[in-house]
């Protein structure tokens, strides 16, 4: 995973940055599997050989200077320091990792804090798609999300669970999407 800073672009201008991407990097032979605009960063899915990374992020040096670059693993975790870093990572419009994070406290969970925790991946999902201009995607994801954090109250983990639904509620409603924290 490689994040640029983002010196202006917003999500509409994913794709065509994608594309450039792959243009300007395309005698690599490297995979660059998709890329998402947040406030901050310009995150781009590469697969590349480890020695030949700062290469690419010289190739990608007219799109935006690096920020950081991270060889994305599972990172064995107990349940409450891994809700603590999806939630980092979400405040940080790090949607991906943090959808990617959470799943490992999805899966020690059980009843309706497992439905919880879904509804809260589910809404990094969607923030994912807002990231790639997929609006539509992104607010059929946010009813699925709704659906999953239920009647579910209070703070879950430092989360504000009613300001979280009363946000994606809201989105939902008005179909205007921004990145929030929680």
């Known amino acids: 995973m490689i ?21 300007i990097t395309a005698n690599m032979k490297i995979t660059i599997r998709d890329m998402r605009v947040s406030s901050r960063y310009l995150e ?13 992020i010289k190739k990608l040096e007219p799109i935006g200077p690096l920020d950081h670059a991270k060889h994305v693993i599972d990172e064995p975790m107990g349940k409450e320091e891994t809700i ?32 919880l925790i879904q509804g809260i991946i589910l809404v990094a999902a969607a923030l994912v798609h807002y990231q790639k201009n997929e609006n539509e995607i992104c607010l059929s994801i946010f009813n699925r999300a709704l659906e999953k954090i239920g009647n579910a109250k209070g703070k879950y983990h430092k989360i504000d669970v009613d300001a979280l639904r009363n946000k994606v509620s809201s989105m939902v409603k008005t179909g205007v999407l921004e990145a929030f924290t929680i």
């Open 44 to 56: 781009f899915d590469v697969s590349i050989p480890k020695d030949r990374l700062e290469q690419l």
């Open 3 to 23: 994040h640029l800073k983002n010196t202006g672009y917003v999500p509409s201008d994913s794709h065509e940055l994608l594309l450039r991407a792959r243009e």
């Open 84 to 115: 603590e870093k999806g939630r980092y990572y979400f405040n940080y419009e790090r949607f991906w990792e943090c959808h990617e994070v959470l799943e490992g406290a999805w899966k020690k969970s059980e009843g309706k804090e497992k439905e």
